[in-house]
């Protein structure tokens, strides 16, 4: 007890701090939905190191595919000496265009391979980037590095500073502003390889912004910050190096798939779980504040904290919008539930056809695929209700109750029992049909599973020994439907709007008597071979119009058969 008593208080402080951390944990966005969409900001540290390396970039090469094309369309109109030039690159030979050639001609971008003396700065093993050049500068001064060796040979070539697949860099380049200048420009290139040769020690360190866009089916990592280059010159009949500031500025097309290592750091923060293959936060009730937007939509439309623990190291901060949400288990199901029936009628009076619409399409959403929720209606709504607490929506309920066409205005009136009143189920059948005789009964529940479901519906079969049966319930998730008595058949409903309720379908020679009832076949506990209610079911008659149009049909093709059997009897 000890113990369970020390852990209930550390989450109880983990809930705390996480709250004080968040700096606006959930807004309402006007109703709107969405996609998940994240964004994150940190520093990144860099490191500049000179790299005897050779590379290949991708360059842009117009020319060549001119080239390639006229080649392509007129072979025997190209000069020798441009044949000679394609076949040197092998990008044509005298079978036609290689797969090479056809590249440049699909993407104007030509490998230019070179070798040299760069100075690059490298993310110093970041979480998330590793080691990765972001932008680098040939040495146009000298080819000998100025700083000893760190890495060479074997050991250079094998290290993380080499690069084998595709990525974007800054690199920074010299090109001609005129004929008689030059300029130092920053462009952005691919570089397919990075091979070192002779990496030296680092010659200087520096801290950039990290800001990172990151959505379910996009993510792009953006760094920019000032860096250190260099800027070379003549001096003396010597070549100088002096520095010389240059913006980062990158894009980085990368990491989608880091999504779920992220939702999981944001789902600690609610004290819930992230779940990958849904792509959605499990969360109790009580850690999303009670938000009747996140309640109402299964989405979180805005949340943000500071100083997020990943396991791509801290973040600074983060923002995400329309994290989707749902209930962590069955209890927490009930308690959204609850919550929902609260909200919704606390706000206004509601018809009884637009409150059964409006919950039904609550229960439908796909975030309660996994909990049994039952439509919660009239009396059995009063009992979810403390009327000190929640007066507004429990008179709005009371008013509905009392103005329900089928209290007012039919002969019949609903049907109410006490809970743990003993229970005579033919007397109640008998109330039920007027005790006139039934020769077909119709029972209508999403939930009818358990070995308790089975005892109940055959004591209420026992009490209709000369009627035929139907029962229209789900597929249970594991496992077989409850046991049928004789004389009852079986079918599969699927997960409708209109299918919520719990209906009794009584049909007799002369007259149909339907019901709904506010709870499910629970309500008849069996102690010792005597009956009681446990609970507090009401049976609300309806007219055939008002059922679903599920049931209508059944009612119809009952009475088709009837007749049927009745002619072929003539």
Known sequence: MKNQSRNKHSRQNQSEKGANRRTASVKNLDGNTGSLALTLSRTVSLKRYPVIAKVTFLRERPDLQTLLNAILHNPTDMPPRLKAYLKQEALWDPSGITEKGQRVIDTGLFEAKERGLYHIWYTNNDRLLGTRPVMMQRDTAIFEPSKASWKKGVDAARSEFRVDQLLQLNVLEESFADRNRSALKSITLPLSSLEPEVICSSEKSAEIELI????????????????????????????????????????????????????????????????????????????IDHDPAAVEKFQINRFSCSNLNTSMDVFRSIQATYIPVQPVDQNDAEDWHRFWLQEFYRKQYHSSETARKQQSEWLNNTALNDFELPLKEHHSL?????????????????????????????????????????????????????????????????????????????????????????????????????????????????????????????????????????????????????????????????????????????????????????????
């Open 212 to 287: 990172w866009q990151l959505g379910i089916s996009n993510s792009t990592v953006n760094l920019k910050g000032s860096l250190d280059m260099l800027c070379f010159q003549a001096q003396n009949g010597y070549h100088k190096s002096s520095p010389r500031p240059e913006v980062l500025e990158l894009s980085i097309n990368d990491f989608g798939d880091r999504i779920n290592d992220v939702m999981m750091a944001v789902a600690s923060e609610f004290n819930g779980q992230w779940q990958p293959e849904k792509q959605c936060l499990t969360a109790p009730l009580n850690q």
């Open 382 to 570: 009063l009992s979810e209700l403390k009327r000190e607490t929640q007066p507004e929506a429990y008179w709005h309920i009371a008013t509905m109750a009392d103005l329900t066409p089928s209290s007012s205005s039919k002969l019949r009136m609903p049907i109410s029992l006490v809970n743990g009143d003993t229970l005579d189920i033919n007397m109640l059948l008998q109330k039920l049909t007027n005790e006139g005789p039934i020769y077909q009964v119709i029972y209508s529940d999403r939930y009818v599973h358990t070995p308790r479901h089975s005892r109940n519906l055959k004591s209420i079969a026992d009490c209709l020994i000369h009627a035929d049966g139907l029962l229209l319930t789900l597929d249970k998730p594991h496992g077989k439907i409850a046991k049928l008595p004789t004389n009852w058949s079986h079918e599969t409903l699927r997960k409708e709007s209109d299918n919520h309720g719990r209906y009794w379908i009584l049909i007799g020679s002369k007259q149909t008597w339907c019901w709904e009832c506010s709870s499910g076949l629970d309500f008849i506990r069996d102690i010792d071979s005597t009956f009681y209610v446990d609970g507090s079911p009401t049976f609300t008659p309806k007219e055939i119009t008002e059922l679903p149009q599920y049931l209508q049909h059944q009612i119809s093709h009952v009475h088709s058969m009837r007749k049927n059997i009745a002619a072929e009897a003539l």
